[in-house]
T-cell receptor, first 117, second 115 residues
């Protein structure tokens, strides 16, 4: 089955620093990946759609200069949280769709827990 | 936007009983999916039902979809302690542009199976 990985799984950083999270599709090519965030005991909220070779599409209310997304290859998308603050602490999850299978199913990564101190 | 609403928000039942969770949504959809999430972990895809389907089964799971009421239900039969998790419905919006669409998740139901 399609596998999506994320790295790191957990990260603790100081306020004001930037953190990069990687999302990789391991056994398929993903022209489109999605980034979600999840606060404790809450649901997932779509942040942005990451398109290979073009700019990401951000959901309303998500600051594109704060959450930089780069999708440089068909198997890798990165999310960089710039000048992180404690309110950015959250669980970040990516997903990818395997268009080669013609399926609507999205495959989710295991998530990255970010804690900003 | 968060259009899905699950109810109940929390459900606690005895092992062996059936668990039913409901989900409502607001826009026209392409399909509806149910996911499971163990505490602090990633999502596990359970089942996908398309807008032209009314019912689907997978093992102990049964999903129904009523597009006229914009609602879906997930039934887990003969529950087990290992079914304890949060369950989310998620939809993709029906639109004519084609291409990829992010999922809109419901608020989720936290299911606890008492051994």
């Amino acid at each position: 089955g399609a596998v999506v990985s994320q790295h790191p799984s957990r990260v603790i950083c100081k306020s004001g620093t930037s953190v990069k999270i990687e999302c990789r599709s391991l056994d398929f090519q993903a022209t489109t990946m999605f980034w979600y965030r999840q606060f404790p005991k809450k649901s997932l909220m779509l942040m942005a759609t990451s398109n290979e070779g073009s700019k990401a599409t951000y959901e309303q209310g998500v600051e594109k200069d704060k959450f930089l997304i780069n999708h440089a290859s068909l198997t890798l998308s990165t999310l960089t949280v710039t000048s992180a603050h404690p309110e950015d602490s959250s669980f970040y999850i990516c997903s990818a769709r395997d268009w080669g299978q013609g399926s609507d199913e999205q495959y989710f990564g295991p998530g990255t827990r970010l804690t900003v101190t | 936007s968060q259009q899905g609403e699950e109810d109940p928000q929390a459900l606690s039942i005895q092992e062996g009983e059936n668990a039913t969770m409901n989900c409502s949504y607001k826009t026209s959809i392409n399909n509806l999916q149910w996911y499971r999430q163990n505490s602090g972990r990633g999502l596990v895809h359970l089942i996908l039902i398309r807008s032209n389907e009314r019912e689907k089964h997978s093992g102990r799971l049964r999903v129904t979809l009523d597009t006229s009421k914009k609602s879906s239900s997930l039934l887990i039969t003969a529950s087990r302690a290992a079914d304890t998790a949060s369950y989310f419905c998620a939809t993709t919006t029906l639109w004519s542009g084609g291409g990829a669409d992010g999922l809109t998740f419901g608020k989720g139901t936290h299911l606890i199976i008492q051994p």
